[in-house]
């Protein structure tokens, strides 16, 4: 049975491995699944053929035989309960590894976002500057939360999990903010998921589709 992912045809992440179709490759990765790619433009997103496996136009999608799903963090999840390698075994620790997955995704993730969007959303608002800080601090607090709570630890909960997966890239979202590094246990281990085989092919991958975007429009 064939699993067929779908990623940004020309990813505005500028090859910086922030598209969401990265963190379902990590996972295919981590679990050693084959799986293929079907790149879509931004046009294409919103064409009923697309809309049909993502109501809202958007990627990823996986197809897998009969199934197809849409959101990265209930593609991930899905993987993870059906292959060794992103679940504990032990129920209570299987259950809190999903926890911290929904804690990326509900807790930390939304004021990232927010701030990331902000310039494209309202920077032509005259309030928008007193707003960023405001914006900033709210990642802080959460980031300053995620830090306590991770100590001097290598990974969220005892072993590497999907959990970890989804926060690592969840955290990754912040580069180029200047906030991750004022907490260094945070940027250490972000760097331990990058250095990852598993994340590094993934990495690679999503990698060669921008450089060969960009070789086709002539801006490699």
């Known amino acids: 049975m064939t699993t067929t992912i779908t990623a940004f045809e020309r990813s505005p992440d500028g090859g910086q491995g922030l598209a969401r ?12 699944q084959p799986y293929d790619v079907r ?16 109501p809202f136009g958007q990627i990823p999608t996986f ?15 899905h993987l993870a309960e059906r292959h060794e ?16 997955m ?11 976002v927010e701030r990331e969007q902000a310039p494209y959303v309202e920077g032509d608002k005259p309030w928008h500057k007193e ?12 980031l300053g939360q995620l830090s306590n709570r991770l100590g001097d630890a290598d990974w969220l909960d005892g ?9 690592v890239m969840v955290l990754r979202r912040t580069d180029g903010m200047g906030v991750l590094e004022d907490f260094p246990n945070l940027a250490a281990y972000v760097a331990r998921g990058e250095a990852r085989p598993a ?3 993934a990495f690679a991958a999503q990698r060669a589709v921008f450089t060969a975007s960009a070789a086709t429009s002539g801006h490699a």
């Open 102 to 112: 929904f804690a990326a995704l509900n807790t930390v993730e939304p004021p990232i």
């Open 21 to 32: 179709d990265m963190r379902v490759r990590w996972a295919l990765e981590e679990v050693g």
């Open 63 to 77: 197809e897998a035989g009969d199934l197809v799903l849409f959101e990265s963090g209930a593609i991930v999840l």
């Open 39 to 54: 790149l879509v433009s931004f046009g294409g997103m919103k064409q009923p053929a697309h809309l049909a496996l993502h």
């Open 159 to 167: 072993a590497f999990s999907a959990g970890d997966l989804m926060m």
């Open 85 to 100: 390698g992103l679940l504990p075994k032990d129920a209570n620790a299987r259950a809190r590894a999903i926890a911290w």
């Open 131 to 142: 707003r960023q800080p405001l914006l900033e601090s709210r990642i802080r607090e959460r």
């Open 199 to 201: 994340y590094r092919r």
